[in-house]
């Protein structure tokens, strides 16, 4: 037992020689994790958030949602990259791609859904989103510069998954209605304080989540969900944002 090497992870390997340095130190095993940095960029343009040369812009499918909701959205989406990826060797350039593409893409969407300059929402909602209560109280929704600087590498047992994070967007088409109320899906739940959703599916994913043979299944499976209206609570909706659904 005593000569049978150990396993360890490096952390934030920034060099081939380093990589050689680790993997032959003290004759243990070295693991390394690389998150798919590529393929995150690839997934964040099929889905709009990112244009063909790679800088943000706005996710048109979000303008009808509340900019509580929107910042919400995307928040939730870094937050899940960036703890899935938590314990890769490259996870400086996962933090880099969210403190750019996906916070600027948010700032563009607000910004265009208004038809405003991004000054105007920069001054509004500063860099950090932070999004005010009517008590005046400040709610950050989308993790800070300082915060995502300040992350270390951990590693996870049982870590939230990422792929439907973009695969399925909310968008609202019907406010509360006291008139008429309306259950929310959510099983167990009696809350009739609501908003009706339509389920948004990117058209691009099927072709990109997919090899060729299951092309076809995967298309169908999205084409069933594709347009569903669902009514949920305020309190559902951000657990099926954060990925607790």
């Not at 880099?96 to 563009?108: D, E, F, G, M, P």
Request: proline residues 6%; contains cysteine.
């Amino acid at each position: 037992l005593a000569s049978e090497p150990k396993l360890k992870i490096c952390h934030e390997v920034k060099s081939p020689s380093q990589v050689k340095a680790a993997a032959v130190d003290n004759g243990s095993l070295c693991i390394m994790i690389y998150a798919p940095v590529k393929i995150m960029l690839e997934k964040l343009r099929f889905c709009g958030l990112i244009d063909k040369r790679g800088r943000p812009q706005p996710l048109n499918v979000l303008f009808p949602q509340k900019d509580e909701h929107i910042i919400q959205w995307f928040g939730s989406l870094a937050r899940r990259w960036l703890n899935y990826f938590s314990c890769c060797c490259n996870f400086l350039k996962v933090k880099s791609t969210i403190n750019y593409h996906v916070r600027w893409s948010c700032l563009y969407t607000l910004a265009a859904k208004y038809n405003a300059r991004k000054r105007d929402i920069v001054k509004k909602y500063t860099k950090e989103l932070h999004v005010h209560n009517f008590d005046g109280t400040s709610i950050c929704y989308f993790p800070s510069e300082e915060e995502i600087k300040v992350m270390k590498n951990v590693f996870l047992t049982d870590p939230l998954p990422v792929d439907s994070a973009l695969h399925v967007m909310l968008t609202i088409i019907a406010e509360p209605s006291s008139s008429s109320p309306t259950k929310c899906a959510i099983t167990c739940c009696p809350t009739r304080d609501t908003c009706l959703y339509m389920v948004c599916i990117p058209q691009k994913q099927s072709k990109f989540i997919c090899k060729k043979d299951q092309r076809n299944e995967v298309s169908s499976f999205f084409s069933v969900f594709s347009g569903k209206k669902l009514p949920l609570c305020e309190e559902h909706y951000a657990e099926l944002n954060s990925g607790k659904i």
